[in-house]
């Protein structure tokens, strides 16, 4: 009796940790299986080409509109025309996308041509995040191309006669639906990045512009998290005119203007990358670790700052914000410093560190 | 009664699990309880600009002209470090991750922190209530009070702030910002800090503006954040680092302005 509870609760044991670990690893997930599911993504984009229209990538490296989005004649006449309202749309959304984009397409390879029998342990851990996010993200484009339409059908038969009031609502409502989809793209590069650092191609110094893409990447949640996941989601323009407000301005301000400077070093050519020693390369890393550790605390700052309560909830007023959450005013201070100091910083730091 | 033995086990087993599920699931894993009492000490306690923190500063002010002269700016110029210092924990222990060093002086830090606060009560009530002023005999007698309360206060206050450099140190959550120069910075200030033992507080001054000075000047945010890509002071850094007070910088580094 007593052996055989012995054995069936250690058959139980073994059982759960046998799934908790297959789980972990990702077991089961094959090479095969990521590069099937970027050929499935790759396809519903092709699909939908009218709208996602794929930049040349004899072109691309030199120019930020690696994807052209179609938002229909009418919103392409808006940004054309440099309309504030609709001029983010591409100067912001779609650039994010695009970075997120090329970065996968010029990346997956270093994936895709592994052979399952040299996938390292630390690799194959992250197969299943990988094919996962781009699983999500494939879902997201057929989300994005129907609300893309739903906005161009109602503009081409309301646009006249709406109301502008009625015109930005429907705009939010988009830009609600982009928002997932940016964000899907940038945690689909984000685990592709994850994947392609476990495999060690990183390490050499022949890969300089794996290297800079990789950092570049692991810079884009910079972006994507205020400016997009936060500020996206709601009308921030009608909230509230105080100090506050203008210092969320500010900040927004800057993240555009250092877009600028994002793109100018992701579309270094390779003829303007350095070539680096295995010491710069080291210094190189260890200053990005050093750097991705301040993006955690921003992104952590952002989160516990909680904006959208802070502009609509509490419209902008810190002082009454602060009764409700007390490290408000810390955390703004902090998303101002990583905003102001340390991410131009660190772009420049990065540009010199690469750059002939 | 093999029955009755197998039932304990089992029983032991769950209790076992339960405990160590028990015990992971509450254990403190953040540095909530430090970062909440530095806010609330800056922003609403005795750092903060109230009407007790002025009570103070002015009866600081009028007792400048009387014979401890010394040992009131003393106290003034360290008032104000607290302040900065106090600004600067502010903005980064809510940052900084859990660790041993963490656990181990959060004692100090907030009992600190309280003590100081304590003290600050005790002599506000004390100046409020000894309001006749205007002869030197008033002024011996409340600065005689006053000093003993006001050395509790930088004891108090030297002892949390220590103890959150050591906090500070120790964290990894935010190296670009916790790195040598800052480091460096508040382990000098740390020692300064320390090195207030007696009652006797003449002849500290010097000390005082050192620390008044390394926490103003070394401690902005933008030279904080920039140290990383400036490489002469990098360098000027590593020397303090590794040849201490031999270093040629040593000496403009701890008066505050290299």
Redesign the interface.
Do not use: H, P, W
């Given at each position: 009796?007593?052996k055989k509870?012995i054995s069936i609760l250690a058959l139980l044991v073994i059982s759960v940790a046998s799934v908790v670990t297959l789980a972990g690893c990702g077991a089961g997930i094959k090479v095969e299986n990521v590069k099937a599911s970027y050929e499935a993504m790759t396809e519903t984009l092709v699909s939908y080409d009218s709208v996602l229209n794929k930049g040349d990538e004899s072109v691309y490296r030199n120019t930020k509109d690696y994807y052209q989005i179609s938002y229909g004649e009418i919103v392409d006449g808006y940004i054309r025309s440099q309309d504030e309202n609709y001029v983010e749309l591409k100067d912001y959304y779609n650039s994010v996308f695009s970075f997120a984009m090329s970065y996968v397409d010029e990346n997956i390879q270093v994936i895709t041509n592994l052979l399952d029998d040299e996938v390292n342990s630390a690799t194959k851990k992250t197969l299943k995040d990988l094919k996962d996010s781009i699983d999500d993200f494939n879902e997201s484009v057929h989300n994005f191309v129907s609300a893309r339409n739903r906005l161009d059908v109602y503009y081409q038969n309301y646009g006249s006669t709406a109301s502008e009031e009625e015109k930005m609502s429907r705009l939010r409502t988009f830009k609600r639906d982009y928002v997932d989809f940016v964000d899907k793209s940038v945690q689909m590069s984000l685990s592709l990045s994850n994947s392609v650092e476990a495999t060690g191609i990183l390490d050499s110094v022949e890969h300089v512009r794996l290297t800079k893409n990789y950092i570049l990447n692991k810079i884009l949640r910079a972006y994507n998290e205020l400016y997009i996941l936060d500020i996206g989601t709601f009308n921030f323009k009608e909230t509230t005119p105080t100090d506050t407000k203008t210092r969320i301005e500010n900040v927004l301000d800057k993240l555009q203007i250092l877009m600028n400077e994002y793109s100018s070093i992701m579309l270094l050519n390779d003829s303007a990358l350095k070539e680096l020693t295995s010491e710069e390369l080291v210094a190189l890393k260890d200053?990005m670790?050093?750097?991705l550790?301040?993006i955690?605390?921003y992104i952590?700052?952002l989160d516990t700052l909680n904006v959208r309560e802070l502009c609509v909830d509490y419209k902008n007023e810190m002082d009454e914000y602060?009764t409700h959450n007390?490290?408000a005013?810390?955390?703004l201070?902090?998303v101002e410093?990583f905003v102001n100091?340390?991410l131009p910083?660190?772009l420049?730091?990065l540009d010199d560190a690469v750059r002939v | 009664m093999?029955k009755g033995i197998?039932f304990t086990v089992i029983i032991l087993i769950v209790a076992a699990v339960l405990t160590v599920v028990f015990v992971t699931l509450f254990k403190e894993r953040d540095t909530d309880a430090v970062?909440?009492k530095v806010?609330?000490v800056v922003?609403e306690g005795y750092l903060s600009e109230n009407s007790d923190k002025e009570a103070l500063e002015d009866y600081l002010d009028y007792m400048s002209a009387s014979e401890q002269n010394d040992e009131i700016t003393m106290s003034k110029t360290l008032l104000a470090t607290y302040d900065k210092l106090g600004d600067f924990y502010?903005?980064h222990i809510?940052?900084t991750s859990y660790n041993s060093t963490y656990k181990s002086n959060k004692g100090d830090i907030i009992n600190g922190l309280d003590s100081a606060s304590d003290s600050m009560d005790e002599m506000v009530s004390y100046i409020n209530s000894h309001t006749a002023g205007g002869n030197s005999s008033w002024e011996a007698r409340t600065w005689d009070d006053v000093r003993v309360m006001m050395f509790e206060f930088i004891e108090a206050n030297n002892r949390a702030f220590s103890s959150l450099s050591y906090v500070y140190i120790a964290c990894?959550?935010?190296?670009?910002?916790n790195?040598d120069y800052t480091s460096e910075v508040l382990k000098a200030i740390s020692e300064h800090l320390s090195s207030y033992g007696s009652l006797d507080m003449k002849g500290r001054l010097t000390m005082a503006e050192n620390v008044y000075r390394m926490a103003t000047n070394y401690l902005k945010?933008?030279l904080v954040?920039?140290y990383?890509?400036d490489d002469i002071w990098q360098a000027q850094i590593e020397d303090i680092m590794t040849n201490g007070t031999d270093s040629s910088y040593y000496s403009s580094f701890v008066a505050g302005t290299l």
């Open positions: 009796m007593k509870f200053m670790n050093k750097f550790t301040e955690d605390v952590e700052a602060l007390d490290r005013e810390i955390c201070e902090r410093n100091v340390s910083n660190f420049d730091y | 093999k197998i970062a909440n806010i609330s922003d502010r903005e809510a940052f990894e959550n935010s190296q670009i910002v790195n945010t933008e954040y920039g990383l890509y």
